[in-house]
Protein backbone atom coordinates (compact mmCIF):
# COMPACT_ATOMS: atom_id res chain seq x y z
CA UNK A 1 0.00 0.00 0.00
CA UNK A 2 1.26 3.50 -0.70
CA UNK A 3 -0.31 7.10 0.61
CA UNK A 4 -0.47 9.81 -1.71
CA UNK A 5 -1.70 13.35 -0.89
CA UNK A 6 -2.35 17.04 -2.88
CA UNK A 7 -1.39 20.01 -0.43
CA UNK A 8 -3.08 22.02 -2.93
CA UNK A 9 -6.41 20.38 -2.20
CA UNK A 10 -5.93 20.03 1.27
CA UNK A 11 -8.21 22.58 3.55
CA UNK A 12 -5.55 21.78 6.88
CA UNK A 13 -8.02 20.61 9.36
CA UNK A 14 -5.26 18.25 10.16
CA UNK A 15 -7.68 15.36 11.17
CA UNK A 16 -5.02 12.89 9.45
CA UNK A 17 -1.77 14.49 11.77
CA UNK A 18 -4.15 14.19 14.67
CA UNK A 19 -5.03 10.58 13.87
CA UNK A 20 -1.66 9.29 12.69
CA UNK A 21 1.45 11.70 13.75
CA UNK A 22 3.58 8.71 12.49
CA UNK A 23 2.01 9.42 8.75
CA UNK A 24 1.57 12.71 8.80
CA UNK A 25 2.49 16.47 9.90
CA UNK A 26 1.21 19.97 8.57
CA UNK A 27 3.32 22.48 6.95
CA UNK A 28 4.07 24.97 9.15
CA UNK A 29 3.50 27.89 7.60
CA UNK A 30 -0.29 27.58 6.10
CA UNK A 31 -1.26 23.93 7.62
CA UNK A 32 -0.96 22.05 4.60
CA UNK A 33 -1.01 18.32 5.15
CA UNK A 34 3.02 17.24 4.83
CA UNK A 35 3.34 12.86 4.61
CA UNK A 36 6.02 11.04 6.17
CA UNK A 37 5.82 7.96 5.06
CA UNK A 38 5.07 6.75 1.70
CA UNK A 39 4.77 3.37 2.53
CA UNK A 40 3.43 3.05 5.98
CA UNK A 41 3.89 -0.91 7.57
CA UNK A 42 0.53 -2.57 7.57
CA UNK A 43 -0.29 -2.04 10.83
CA UNK A 44 -1.25 1.43 9.79
CA UNK A 45 -4.29 -0.15 7.30
CA UNK A 46 -7.28 0.17 9.09
CA UNK A 47 -6.33 3.70 10.49
CA UNK A 48 -5.24 4.92 6.94
CA UNK A 49 -8.57 4.22 5.54
CA UNK A 50 -10.09 6.12 8.72
CA UNK A 51 -8.05 9.25 7.37
CA UNK A 52 -9.13 8.75 3.94
CA UNK A 53 -12.67 8.72 4.86
CA UNK A 54 -12.32 11.60 7.39
CA UNK A 55 -10.28 14.00 4.95
CA UNK A 56 -12.85 16.90 4.36
CA UNK A 57 -10.98 18.00 1.63
CA UNK A 58 -10.36 14.46 -0.04
CA UNK A 59 -6.30 15.11 -0.24
CA UNK A 60 -5.57 11.70 1.04
CA UNK A 61 -5.92 8.48 -1.30
CA UNK A 62 -4.63 5.23 -0.37
CA UNK A 63 -3.57 3.17 -2.78
CA UNK A 64 -3.37 -0.85 -2.75
CA UNK A 65 -0.83 -1.71 -5.03
Known sequence: M???VSPDSCCGS???A???PEIFDQ???DG???LLVER???QFRAALR???LTC???AIELVEE
Do not use: F
Request: glycine fraction near 8%; hydrophobic fraction near 40%.
Open 2 to 4: RIT
Open 18 to 20: LRL
Open 27 to 29: DEV
Open 14 to 16: GQC
Open 50 to 52: EAV
Open 40 to 42: PAE
Open 32 to 34: TVV
Open 56 to 58: PSG
